[in-house]
C-alpha cells in the first residue's frame, strides 16, 4: 500500500467535523447526537453486537485503564480489541488488535468501503466514523472481546450505542466543563451516561460528589456497583 493512499484516508475522514480540533466556544451538548452512529453501524450490519464490550469512561487514567484491560485479555488468551483515542504518533494505534495497530492497508479498505454507506447519512463527525470502523474492524477480524475508551463524556459519546458487559468508570473531576458541565455532579451524570440497565459497574474511588452521582444512576439502572 503505497503512503499516498493512507494520507488520502486520513484526509478523507478529517474532511468532516472533528470536535477534537475544534475551539471549546464552538462545541455545544447538541451538537452530539448517537443516532447518527446508530444509523451508520445499522447499515454495516450492527457490527458491535458481535462481540462483548468493556466500556470506560471518565476524566483521568481512562486510556491507561483501556490499554490494561487489553493487555491482560490478550494475556488470558483472549483476541483483544482495543479502541482508544487520541493516538500518539500514528492514526492507526487508535484501533488495535491484541497490541497490534490496524495496518495501513486494512485501515485504507475499510474507509473506502465505508465511504457509500457515509455518503447517505448527513451530518456525520469524523469522531462518528472513526468508532464505526473500529467496531466494523473488530467483527471482520472475529475479536472475542473489545475494550472501548469513551472519548468525550460518556453519554453523547458515539461509543455509547455499546451496551457492554461492564461498565469502568475513571476518576472524575472537572473537564471539558464547556460541554460537560461546570459542576462535579454535572460531569458525573455525564460519565455515567454510560451505565446500562443491569450491567455491572466498577469505578475507582471518586470526591463524595461524583460518587453520590453515580451511586443513584446505578440504583436507577439496577446495576451492580463495585467501588475499587
Not at 462483548?52 to 488468551?77: D, E, R, W, Y
Not at 446505578?218 to 456497583?225: D, L, Y
Request: hydrophobic share 40%; charged share 20%; glycine share 6%.
Amino acid at each position: 500500500m503505497k503512503q499516498h493512499a493512507y494520507q488520502d484516508a486520513l484526509d478523507y475522514l478529517y474532511q468532516f467535523i472533528d470536535y477534537s480540533r475544534t475551539h471549546q466556544q464552538n462545541i455545544a451538548p447538541e451538537n452530539f447526537d448517537l443516532n447518527r452512529t446508530r444509523v451508520l453501524v445499522e447499515a454495516l450490519g450492527n457490527p458491535h453486537q458481535s462481540y462483548p464490550s468493556i466500556h470506560i469512561a471518565g476524566t483521568k487514567g481512562k486510556g491507561s485503564v483501556a490499554v490494561f484491560c487489553a493487555a491482560a485479555l490478550q494475556a488470558g488468551g483472549y483476541k483483544a480489541g482495543l479502541y482508544t483515542s487520541p493516538h500518539l504518533k500514528d492514526f492507526t494505534e487508535r484501533i488495535q488488535i491484541n497490541t497490534e495497530p490496524i495496518s495501513q492497508d486494512a485501515f485504507v479498505t475499510l474507509v473506502e468501503e465505508i465511504k457509500p454507506f457515509v455518503a447517505e447519512i448527513p451530518d456525520l463527525t469524523s469522531y462518528e466514523i472513526q468508532t464505526a470502523l473500529a467496531f466494523w474492524h473488530f467483527s471482520r477480524q472475529e475479536v472475542d472481546i473489545a475494550v472501548v475508551e469513551v472519548g468525550l463524556g460518556g453519554r453523547l459519546d458515539s461509543t455509547n450505542i455499546i451496551t457492554p458487559l461492564v461498565s469502568v468508570i475513571t476518576s472524575i473531576s472537572l473537564d471539558h466543563t464547556f460541554v460537560l458541565g461546570d459542576t462535579i455532579p454535572e460531569i458525573a451524570a455525564e460519565k455515567g451516561g454510560i451505565i446500562k440497565p443491569g450491567v455491572p459497574v466498577v469505578s475507582a474511588p471518586q470526591v463524595a460528589e461524583a460518587l453520590q452521582t453515580l451511586q443513584e444512576i446505578v440504583r436507577e439502572q439496577q446495576s451492580p456497583f463495585t467501588l475499587v
